[in-house]
């Protein structure tokens, strides 16, 4: 069994910050790599950054140099300044874990964390 649990959502005025933070949890052998997804109403789930082997990073053109995420073991965090009202989501974690030498990485979700930012 394998558990990612998010924290850090809220309300936050334009301008402000937030940090989420998602830990997973469970009999993991290894993790290829974490990210942070958000969907907002009527929209698709679109990718907002992610962390793979070696450190290397990815983001959306839309939180370039606002947003940056950063993973600790089996902690994937995402660091959030400049907030828009565009950024208002559900944000959910994302991870690629494998369980056994023999298998290969599954992804596996958070269960989502709201972020709102009023203007």
């Known amino acids: 069994q394998v558990q990612l649990v998010e924290s850090g959502g809220g309300l936050v005025q334009a301008g402000g910050s937030l940090r989420l933070s998602c830990a997973a949890s469970?009999?993991?052998?290894?993790?290829?790599?974490m990210g942070w997804y958000r969907q907002a109403p009527g929209k698709q789930r679109e990718l907002v950054a992610g962390?793979?082997?070696?450190?290397v990073t990815n983001y959306a053109d839309s939180v370039k140099g606002r947003f940056t995420i950063s993973r600790d073991k089996n902690t994937v965090y995402l660091q959030m300044n400049g907030l828009k009202p565009e950024d208002t989501a559900v944000y959910y974690c994302?991870?690629?874990?494998?369980?056994?030498?023999?298998?290969?990485?599954?992804?596996?979700w958070g269960q989502g964390t709201q972020v709102t930012v009023s203007s």
């Open positions: 469970g009999s993991i052998l290894s993790i290829n790599g």
């Open positions: 994302n991870a690629a874990i494998k369980l056994r030498y023999s298998s290969p990485a599954n992804d596996y």
């Open positions: 962390v793979f082997s070696g450190g």
